[in-house]
């Protein structure tokens, strides 16, 4: 750790703050007699996720928060506490308009630099998942006897199609996808700064699917003139991409959240679109398709 801190921060290091502590990386302030910053220490000797979307963020030319540098386990970014360029939003900013358009910005860009490398061979995206990867009719059952929801018609149903709408799911165009929206991972600039500009960061879930998908996650966190203005720059949406998402996102986030020792708040309104009968409506309205 000493190393990656010599070899990033040519300053003399005051004092090292630990922020956060998850399996497989540490996030750290590091204070210089001129400045701080934040370091992403990450416990592995294997390829690291994020430090490969940011390498290829750069590539694609996408905002990202600023990288004063980067080795095989660490990367040092800009401390938006500290910061003279981008703060971090607060929840006053998820109902702001300008948040909507600056967000819908970003991930226009974001949707049209996935399309663009998909079909660039000379991209190596191998690194990179798709949600819908987890599901099967094994994991549909496992998860359905964790939740004890396999004496539901519906979730027979959903084993019996999970192949079917995975196929359709596969067969629409897909783009990069950032997969976490929040508000404690968006960066905006200055407040009275114009235009706004917004930077999403923590790469941790970043993989490979359909737009619409992030369109529903940015949708669902953002409120009142914020969401209604993100619609708006976005622009349309791909309505099959609609259909077939509204299935297979409520079976990925319920095959998640059997993963967990308890059930998650998240997971609770997917649990209510199984037993209200929502669910199956969605399966067979994407099997239309």
């Not at 220490?41 to 996408?62: A, R």
């Not at 409520?250 to 209510?272: E, T």
Request: negative net charge.
């Amino acid at each position: 750790m000493d190393n990656t801190i010599n070899e990033l921060v040519s300053d003399k290091v005051t004092n090292l703050v630990v922020l956060r502590q998850r399996p497989g990386h540490t996030v750290y302030r590091i204070f210089t007699s001129n400045r701080s910053y934040i370091l992403k220490w990450f416990n592995t000797e294997d390829k690291v996720l994020e430090l490969q979307v940011y390498t290829l963020l750069h590539d694609t030319q996408l905002p990202t928060l600023p990288v004063h540098g980067q080795t095989n386990r660490a990367l040092l970014l800009e401390d938006l506490h500290t910061s003279s360029t981008l703060r971090l939003a607060s929840p006053g900013d998820m109902e702001s308009e300008s948040t909507g358009i600056a967000l819908a910005a970003w991930y226009c860009q974001l949707h049209q630099a996935g399309r663009q490398a998909l079909l660039d061979k000379n991209h190596d995206l191998s690194f990179l998942s798709r949600e819908i990867d987890e599901l099967s009719p094994l994991s549909l059952q496992s998860a359905g006897e964790i939740l004890n929801l396999t004496h539901l018609p519906v979730w027979r149903l959903a084993i019996e199609s999970i192949e079917t709408l995975t196929s359709i799911y596969r067969s629409l165009p897909h783009t990069f996808n950032y997969n976490d929206f929040a508000a404690e991972n968006l960066a905006l600039s200055p407040v009275n700064s114009t235009p706004v500009q917004a930077i999403v960061f923590d790469y941790d879930c970043f993989g490979i699917g359909l737009a619409y998908s992030d369109w529903r996650n940015v949708t669902h966190s953002l409120k009142n003139r914020a969401r209604d203005a993100f619609a708006h720059a976005y622009g349309e949406i791909n309505q099959l991409e609609k259909i077939i998402d509204e299935p297979l996102s409520v079976l990925y986030n319920l095959v998640v959240a059997s993963s967990r020792q308890q059930l998650p708040d998240w997971a609770k309104p997917s649990i209510n679109t199984v037993t209200t009968g929502s669910l199956e409506n969605y399966i067979r309205h994407a099997l239309e398709l």
